[in-house]
């Protein structure tokens, strides 16, 4: 079953079917990181295997032909990743890897939790493009909460608020 393509809203029905549905095949916040990290690894098959085919190109002046990609494993690079993160290899490098799996990882852990506003996929798009290049991420309660509790904003060295008194008292600081 495959999710519409994102059109800038949740479908938080599906999202609630398929969170109840999938539940009881993770039996840890690891587990379940690593299930949203291969399938974030997942939607970038075509793209790694295009840099293989590129950097091919570039060490042998050709591309490669149809016989060598159907004798590649079209997932090497993604079961890679996903091991050093397995293996705890990898902190603070390929943050989109990190970040995006930490956080649906999260919201899908939360049993008690409903998807409702529609809004989870936008809140983790901000997160994973402030953290690791901005000094300061400013952001409701909900995502603060569970970028701390995974210490993500420790990790890409991000302070992060959600406290308007506490947003006032940063940018004053400034």
């Known amino acids: ?13 599906e999202m609630n079917r398929n969170k109840e549905k999938y539940q009881h095949e993770n039996k840890s916040r690891k587990a379940m990181f690593l299930s949203e990290l291969w399938g974030v690894l997942d939607c970038f098959t075509d793209q790694f295997n ?13 591309r490669p032909t149809e016989k060598e990609l159907a004798n ?13 993160f397995k293996m705890e290899k990898i902190t603070n490098q ?3 890897f990190k970040i ?3 956080l ?13 506003d529609g809004n989870d996929t936008i809140d983790i798009m901000h997160a994973t493009i402030a953290l690791p290049y901005c000094d300061y991420f400013f952001t409701e309660k909900e995502l603060h909460t569970l970028i701390t509790q995974d210490k993500l904003d420790d990790i890409f060295q ?9 947003v006032l ?5 400034l």
């Open 1 to 13: 079953e495959y999710l519409i393509p994102f059109s800038g809203k949740d479908n938080v029905e």
């Open 50 to 62: 295009e840099v293989v085919a590129d950097m091919y190109q570039k060490a042998t002046g050709f």
């Open 72 to 84: 590649t494993d079209k997932t090497a690079w993604q079961k890679l990743i996903y091991q050093a």
């Open 94 to 96: 390929l943050p989109t």
């Open 100 to 102: 995006i799996p930490a």
């Open 104 to 116: 649906a990882g999260a919201m899908r852990w939360n049993t008690n939790r409903k998807y409702t």
């Open 158 to 166: 991000c302070i992060t608020e959600s406290k308007p008194e506490c």
């Open 169 to 173: 008292e940063r940018l004053n600081q």
